[in-house]
């Protein structure tokens, strides 16, 4: 038996799991319950020195192959499961030869789409579950990645701001190149809205799709979404030279969409001279990677813009005008003195019901809902004392891990939302 780790970072007690035990025959005591959506291949999950890990049984080629696919699309940023580690050559005490198994760690309050359906507690989220999709898709093949088997049982889903981020889970069938043809995203397309249609038909028969719905229109909404956001980061324009104010406007637009990096060219063309404005997008995250950098929290996209926010007000109004204080300053005593008092404020057994910074939006808008009834500003311990106990505690566990303690879960509220 070979195994291969990503890090030594990982916990030793992954080595003793029981690797000769057929994956379906594994004990109960050590596996976690967790939803998870359909799956070609038998997979479970465990939890080892307090981190959950996914564990799927396929083939040896196909286990290494994904494994190098996962680690190659996270070093370009792409949102994926993060692959740990592979185990190939495995054989049963008696030397019957088993397939190989390859280790994922758990997305933390990350859902499958039948899990978020079966709730029935989100408005528009069709919609949200839509945009996720085309969004990580346009991701992909950015990154020069043909999925060939895009669809939402593929996929998991976690809180971005109210809004839905996808992450990829399965690569088995993915193929990387240095930039795809129109033809491959095409194919992939196609791909997806037949695969998608199907899943929503499937929901529908369960009577977990909203009736008046129709799967194959939503499934050529997916396309419609991709390719009006895939024009916006690529498609290329020509300005006359009295037209600046569109490249502003344009680069606007990019970073609403959470996309950097534009290339402006000066060209001549036979009606005189013209400026062409090319997207070259080269990763996304700019609000991620800007709160990461002046407090140290990890979350999705919409979070951190919406947490980035927060933040620009408490400059506004805790700073005095005429006073220079710097970013990384403000920075500090706004996650002391307004963020983590919220945080602290969650209940040991709520904290399993959303991600820190998801309640911390929720608080924010269920406060700006307060203060528009009473007519002033109620504050934020008002907000968040009325927020736990009349919307939060009632709200599922989104954390989803059976089982977990107390103390586990103020592990989870720590500032990383791996």
């Not at 994956?23 to 479970?44: D, F, K, T, Y």
């Amino acid at each position: 038996m070979r195994m291969q780790f990503a890090s030594t970072a990982d916990p030793a007690e992954l080595l003793a799991l029981p690797w000769s035990t057929p994956l379906a025959e594994w004990p109960p005591e050590r596996l976690v319950s967790l939803p998870r959506g359909i799956s070609r291949h038998v997979v479970r999950f465990v939890r080892v020195s307090g981190t959950v890990y996914a564990i799927k049984e396929l083939p040896r080629a196909a286990a290494e192959r994904e494994y190098r696919m996962l680690r190659e699309l996270a070093k370009r940023e792409v949102p994926v499961v993060k692959a740990r580690g592979v185990v190939v050559d495995r054989t049963t005490d008696d030397g019957r030869p088993l397939d190989a198994a390859l280790i994922t760690k758990h997305l933390r309050f990350s859902l499958p789409y039948r899990a978020l359906f079966s709730r029935r507690l989100e408005p528009d989220l069709v919609g949200k579950l839509l945009d996720a999709l085309a969004q990580l898709l346009v991701r992909l093949h950015l990154a020069g990645f043909a999925w060939n088997d895009c669809s939402i049982s593929n996929t998991l889903f976690r809180r971005d701001a109210g809004a839905l981020a996808a992450y990829l889970v399965d690569a088995e069938t993915g193929e990387l190149h240095d930039r795809l043809s129109d033809g491959q995203r095409a194919h992939d397309l196609e791909i997806a809205s037949v695969n998608i249609a199907g899943e929503l038909y499937d929901l529908a028969a369960a009577g977990m799709l909203d009736e008046g719905l129709d799967p194959a229109d939503i499934a050529d909404d997916v396309v419609e979404r991709y390719q009006m956001l895939w024009g916006e980061l690529t498609r290329e324009e020509i300005l006359g030279t009295d037209e600046w104010w569109r490249i502003e406007q344009r680069l606007q637009r990019l970073s609403s969409l959470g996309f950097d990096a534009t290339e402006i060219q000066i060209v001549d063309e036979p009606d005189g001279r013209k400026l062409r404005f090319q997207t070259q997008v080269v990763e996304a995250g700019h609000h991620q990677r800007r709160l990461y950098q002046l407090t140290g929290l990890k979350v999705e996209e919409n979070q951190a813009r919406r947490l980035l926010q927060d933040l620009d007000t408490y400059r506004a109004t805790a700073v005095l005008p005429g006073v220079e204080v710097d970013e990384e300053t403000v920075a500090r005593h706004w996650l002391t003195d307004v963020f983590e008092p919220v945080i602290e404020q969650i209940p040991p057994e709520l904290r399993g019901k959303l991600e820190p910074a998801e309640i911390f939006h929720e608080v924010l808008e269920h406060r700006w809902f307060m203060s528009e009834a009473a007519g002033h500003d109620v504050g934020m311990d008002a907000a968040t004392r009325s927020y736990v106990e009349n919307v939060l505690r009632f709200r599922p566990d989104e954390q989803a891990v059976l089982g977990t303690d107390a103390e586990e879960l103020t592990t989870v509220f720590g500032r990383s939302s791996d």
